[in-house]
């Protein structure tokens, strides 16, 4: 398997670490760190820093109450919780969790390119997408942070090449054309802080309807 | 995985195995020269231990009184009121003591193992839904004890080199770090931070970041 080559960057993964990213963005950081040793240092040692903060923080008194209601529950038998959800396929456990199943309810949207919502509210949507080998993406452009982690196949644009467990980070600024590699067809999970907006007139009337 | 390809590791990595300190093998010497410079943060680590293997109720009375008051303080600065803060800090009190057979001292100390508990229930709380959290790696049991006391004594010299060089910061930039990591600050106030205030303590956590990555590796080639 081709190494992965694109990380999440540094202030991503300590957004995550400290509770600060949205849920879309922080299922791809799930998502990723569960196919990525790199990043799963990087994550452990944002939480190294995180827990040294945190050993050292003021102190707000708790109540006797609070107390009370933990040592009391140490005796208590609990059932254990049900298991985490396992990798399955392509689509890691922290992905099968947010889909509920193990394979995404595609939705088709014209020229063999489908999509699976799986998330939206006000600070982002996250996404499966499905784009047939050496099929283009709809040229678009941001209002925000796209990030694009790919699961099975490949694609490319303007920025690079990104195979399976690549992440590409697009900012506000970037302007690009992704193309599905030659092969398999290419399997993504994008996760965006805005709706994209298409630079095509045809895919910006169809944008209300697909939410794309 | 990674040992397959030679050539990629050793670039990937700026030093070669065997010149970490807390590396070298099954070296008793580095692990008693070690606990002698033993740190607050290295004993909560061996209470949540005894926690784990023992179910030792006084360690974790130990962890309780550390920790509850600044996981309180931790989330009414991330914005819980304090009664919702302190039912957060019952379940990630009663978390620890009942998943601490999951605890693993070679990859996080005590103070990251809880900060990670209680961020992914607060979130889930504040969310009503699941956080989404990666998928646990799985690592055989033997591999795992090997590593443990080598490992765990390299991270506690990392934290606390970590904490004196916070400990050393002006305070405004102490402060933008602190309210980074108790999650005062946005995703893109973290992003300028990181460029500035966090700046001067990077290189710190980069090289605890060299110790993770090794020990991963390593718990993937045994």
Redesign the interface.
Known sequence: MKEITHHLPEWLVRSYAAGSLGHAFSLVVATHVSQCDECRARLEAEELAGGVVLETLEAVEASDDLRARVFDGLDEIVAPAPPAPQKAGIYPGALIAEMGSDTPRWRSLGGGIRQAILSADKEGSARLLYIPPGMAVPDHSHTGLELTLVLQGSFSDETGEYGVGDVEVAEDDLDHTPIAGMGEACICLAATSAPLKFNSLLPRLLQPIFRI | MFNT?TI?SDLKSPLPQGMWPGHSGKNMNDSVAASEQRS??CE?TEWLVAVRDHRD?AA?GRL?D?????????L?R?GMS?AAA?DV??DV??TI??KADLYDES??????????I??NR??DVI?R?????????VIEAESRETHDADAAVS?EQ??VQ??EA?ATLPKSQRDI??R????E???AE??EA?GLA?GT??SR??L??EK??H???DL?DE
Do not use: N
């Open positions: 390809m990629g607050e943060g909560q109720k974790f309780y550390h920790f509850t008051p600044r996981l309180k303080g931790m009414i991330s304090g302190e800090v019952q009190m009663l003591w009942r990859r996080a100390r005590a103070s990251a193992w809880i900060y990670r209680a961020r607060q979130i969310r839904r699941p956080r989404p959290v990666p998928d646990e790696m991270l990392e934290a970590l904490r916070l770090i602190e980074a990591y108790v999650g600050l946005t995703q973290i992003r990181t966090l303590i990077k956590i980069r605890a970041l993770l990555r020990e991963l590796r993937r």
